[in-house]
């Protein structure tokens, strides 16, 4: 484990897994510790995986400004760990709600990333919106698992805004491709390992501005891939298909039969494709430019 500071003075931690060129790596949640991620399925066999707790998650210290949670002042966060490294330009991976956090960074920074994986991610910070037509159509291809009826119920519940714990909890089996023993484990780490204020913040008023992210993205030309689990009810492949076509040198892989955690559903599938993204080489460039369930 490796500690840093930040632009105010908060103390930071990041983990390091594995040997190579490195890569940094943000956690989902929102705002929860990078413990979830583990090494992504042995990734750490082929590149150094730095994962960053973010603020007032994990082995990170609590900030004095709650208000620093927000997604787009966490940017400053990323920069201070990129300088930290001395690296002049990074290879960047999020999960989630962390893509969030990953697209701001790549729009405020862009000669700063020479690649960027999005990991099952977040619309939010692109604007895009995911119907409940498509989360019905998602979920039905879980229809014969034997969990599926009352999961379904429960996620008619959350999306007509009837939601409560129990529904939440119900519609767990969803975000993973196999509602098996490692899942379920996986789940209740999780909902331990989450900063529920941070979380708050994190998509407050202010955090997004869709318009100026998408304008942006179309100006960023380092290669981009899109990791979309095909049973994902968070990021179903509709929904990354559009966010794929905002950049204009974007791949979109959707890894079969994965939920939101594809990592896990099959480490395989998941380490070939990231692995194979990152080995791509990338031209030189100047380094003179400039709480919610569904995240």
């Not at 968070?234 to 966010?243: C, F, I, R, V």
């Not at 559903?265 to 003179?288: E, H, K, M, N, Y």
Request: hydrophobic share 45%; glycine share 8%.
């Amino acid at each position: 484990m490796d500690f840093f500071t930040a632009y105010d003075g908060t103390k930071l931690a990041c983990h390091v897994f594995g040997d190579g060129p490195p890569v940094i790596c943000l956690p989902g949640g929102p705002m929860q510790a990078s413990a979830y991620l583990g090494d992504l399925g042995g990734l750490s066999t082929h590149r150094q995986l730095v994962m960053l707790d973010l603020r007032g998650t994990g082995q990170s210290a609590v900030p004095k400004d709650a208000a620093s949670y927000r997604c787009d002042r966490l940017v400053d966060d990323v920069e201070a760990l990129r300088e930290h490294l001395g690296l002049d330009r990074m290879d960047l991976l999020a999960h989630s709600a962390g893509t969030n956090l990953a697209t701001l960074y790549a729009t405020r920074h862009p000669e700063r990333v020479s690649k960027l994986a999005l990991i099952t991610p977040s619309v939010m910070a692109a604007g895009i919106t995911i119907s409940e037509d498509v989360r019905r159509e998602t979920a039905r291809l879980r229809r014969d698992e034997p969990w599926f009826s009352a999961a379904f119920a429960a996620l008619e519940a959350v999306m007509a805004g009837q939601a409560t714990g129990d529904a939440f909890q119900a519609i767990a089996p969803f975000w993973y491709g196999r509602w098996d023993e490692t899942a379920q484990a996986h789940k209740a780490a999780e909902d331990e390992q989450r900063n529920s204020e941070a979380a708050a913040a994190f998509g407050s008023e202010g955090a997004f501005d869709p318009e100026a992210t998408r304008a942006a993205l179309t100006r960023f030309t380092s290669p981009v891939l899109l990791l979309a689990g095909e049973v994902d009810l968070n990021s179903p492949p509709p929904a990354m298909t559009e966010l794929t076509r905002l950049f204009p040198n974007a791949e979109l892989v959707v890894q079969a039969r994965a939920g939101h955690f594809p990592w896990l559903d099959d480490a395989g599938q998941f380490v070939a494709a990231a692995a194979a993204f990152l080995r791509q080489a990338t031209p030189r460039q100047s380094a003179t430019g400039s709480g919610h369930y569904f995240a």
